[in-house]
């Protein structure tokens, strides 16, 4: 039998293990504690501890500071549907904002500054002439197939050729392109053209998908809708009813050369018309809306409880009276001119149609625009009273002071002409049949009817308008808008090289310092030269008054209130929001300061 011997061991203390020096006496004095005494202690334990708790936070607070963070998406409500998101043909809005997430250009705008996308770096030779870029290395499609020289000289192409008709063939007339290498390419223009840069920003298109077609199949085909870019975006997938687009779905794509973006998806979803596109906002079915009109703005502005806001800027947009001198000869006065001027009243035209969205103006430039108070929604019931007293005795006093006399039976003002044919102040205002400017139209027909004025107002559909009145020039006033480039370039609206049609000086403006100024402001490289001619040219146009200056719509985005990023500090036009949608988030996180600059 096997004899068991049990032995007890002893281990030595851990030297590793913590200890409270003094710990056992101070355990002996706490038990000889009492009740009381040991509750108090227990509650001064606590809140020692909660205070260090919210001191360790505190601390952390002072050096932690919130950042965007990846996530989230975005759901955007579009009127209308997706025809041609094609950067050479795309025209409506719909088209442009997927069209601008899609594709890249060689350059881009980030806010009002113009930088590299594409392109790796740019020269511009002394005489203006030449453009030449440079790639960056790596580029792709998302197909996965390389981007090169060839890939941009082919979209120029497409853009000159006539036969396609697009709408951007006018930025490059008259421009050579030049491949150098698989990474190098130069324009040459026949004239120096200062603001050309900016036409290079357009969307670069896939050579190897588009090269096979004519022009018919490259207008009807499906890759007008189902796009490949270089873009930040591309499409992921598309839901469709009946054959018909309801919704794009947008994500990042992984190859994209720079900067990513923080929100991997945003989401498109198309409405056949506003109201069901503002019912899906209040239902929170999409959360975001563009372009919407100031009513809806106003009405929208109500919800104090939702989940979105209005976020507002000041598109160079020009609306004004146009006038045809040679189609009325009643409107070659420059004396009528300025009397139907005076009796305009800008700031009740903002109160009343735009609701204080917008500003005032009295220039070809939206620089020189009146401040308005957005705020003061106070309207008008009487619109013949829109006219200021003073003003409208002014405008009396300068028809009678010229030979004006008022008919005592029709109550319009008469003049005989040097011929002695009696002339009236009789014309009309055309314009297009848009609620905002129908109502403007109507508003200075009643203040011009109130002066003495014979006016009536001829409302065509955008179509016909440009096709049958403004292409053919066949108006007395056209009520008219014009919408400014970031460059400010106003050479198509007033030089007069631009009188006829495809030129869009609808005034049929003549003035030979004015044609100097806008070609030296082409040319120039000095701002400051260029704000001093535009001073100087916008004050010889007030002076000859072509044209009544009214005022510039603000651009109206109805955007989630957790949004973050968005830039609508210099827009042309509702698809240029897009333009800052790498800094867009919706999500935050925090780290610590030092590490801000290395994200």
Do not use: C
């Not at 030595?12 to 005494?37: D, H, M, V, W």
């Not at 453009?131 to 960056?136: D, E, P, R, S």
């Not at 996965?144 to 007339?173: C, E, F, H, M, V």
């Amino acid at each position: 039998m096997a004899i068991v011997s049990i032995h007890k061991v002893s281990y030595p203390e851990s030297k590793n293990e913590f200890r409270l020096k003094g710990g056992s006496r101070i355990l002996g004095y706490i038990r000889q504690f009492s009740a009381t005494e040991k509750v108090i202690l227990g509650v001064l334990v606590i809140t020692a501890a909660f205070s260090a708790l919210a001191m360790t936070g505190m601390i952390s607070s002072y050096f932690l500071i919130e950042v965007p963070g990846k996530g989230g998406q975005i759901r955007e409500g579009l009127v209308g549907l997706p025809h041609n998101i094609n950067p050479v043909l795309a025209i409506t809005d719909v088209d442009n904002d997927i069209a601008t997430l899609v594709y890249s250009g060689l350059m881009k705008y980030d806010g009002q500054d113009l930088e590299t996308d594409l392109a790796e770096s740019y020269k511009i030779s002394d005489d203006g002439l030449v453009y030449a870029f440079k790639l960056k290395s790596g580029l792709y499609f998302q197909d996965g197939t390389p981007l090169t020289s060839d890939d941009i000289a082919y979209t120029i192409q497409k853009i000159q050729d006539p036969g396609l008709r697009s709408p951007l063939r006018s930025n490059w007339t008259d421009v050579t392109t030049t491949v150098i290498g698989p990474l190098e390419i130069k324009f040459t223009l026949k004239k120096p053209f200062r603001p050309f840069l900016t036409n290079t920003t357009v969307g670069i298109l896939p050579k190897h998908i588009w090269s096979s077609m004519n022009n018919d199949q490259f207008a009807l085909d499906e890759r007008n809708i189902e796009p490949i870019g270089s873009g930040p975006y591309k499409i992921a997938s598309i839901e469709r009813k009946s054959n018909i687009q309801v919704e794009y779905r947008l994500t990042t794509w992984t190859k994209y050369y720079s900067k990513k973006p923080y929100i991997p998806t945003i989401s498109f979803v198309f409405f056949a018309d506003r109201d069901k596109a503002l019912s899906a906002l209040e239902t929170k079915t999409i959360d975001s809306l563009g372009s919407i009109s100031p009513s809806e703005a106003v009405g929208l502005d109500e919800n104090v409880n939702s989940d979105y806001e209005i976020r507002t800027t000041t598109l160079p947009r020009i609306f004004g009276l146009f006038f045809n001198q040679n189609q009325n000869p009643v409107l070659a006065d420059k004396n009528v001119r300025e009397a139907l001027e005076m009796t305009v009243d800008r700031e009740a035209l903002v109160k009343t149609i735009l609701l204080g969205y917008g500003l005032a103006i009295d220039g070809p430039l939206p620089e020189y625009a009146k401040s308005i108070n957005q705020n003061n929604l106070e309207t008008r019931n009487d619109l013949s009273s829109a006219i200021p007293l003073l003003e409208k005795a002014g405008a009396v006093y300068l028809l009678e002071k010229n030979g004006w006399k008022k008919n005592v039976t029709t109550g319009i003002y008469e003049k005989k002409n040097a011929k002695n044919v009696v002339q009236s102040l009789i014309f009309d205002i055309y314009t297009v049949d848009t609620p905002d400017l129908k109502k403007t139209a109507e508003m200075i027909r009643d203040s011009w009817k109130a002066l003495g004025a014979s006016v009536e107002v001829k409302v065509f559909e955008s179509a016909d308008l440009y096709q049958n009145i403004i292409k053919t020039r066949k108006y007395d006033i056209l009520l008219f808008g014009e919408h400014i480039g970031k460059d400010n370039d106003i050479y198509a609206f007033w030089h007069s090289s631009q009188r006829n049609a495809p030129g869009l000086n609808v005034a049929m403006y003549t003035n030979n310092k004015v044609d100097a100024l806008l070609d030296e402001i082409r040319t120039s490289d000095d701002a400051q030269i260029r704000e001093k001619k535009y001073v100087e040219l916008k004050e010889i146009i007030k002076k000859d008054i072509p044209a009544i200056f009214l005022y510039s719509p603000n651009f109206i985005y109805v955007t989630p209130k957790s949004l973050g990023g968005l830039d609508l500090g210099s827009l042309i036009t509702a698809s240029d929001r897009l333009n800052s949608i790498q800094n867009w988030y919706v999500n935050t996180e925090k780290i610590w300061k030092i590490f801000v600059n290395k994200i």
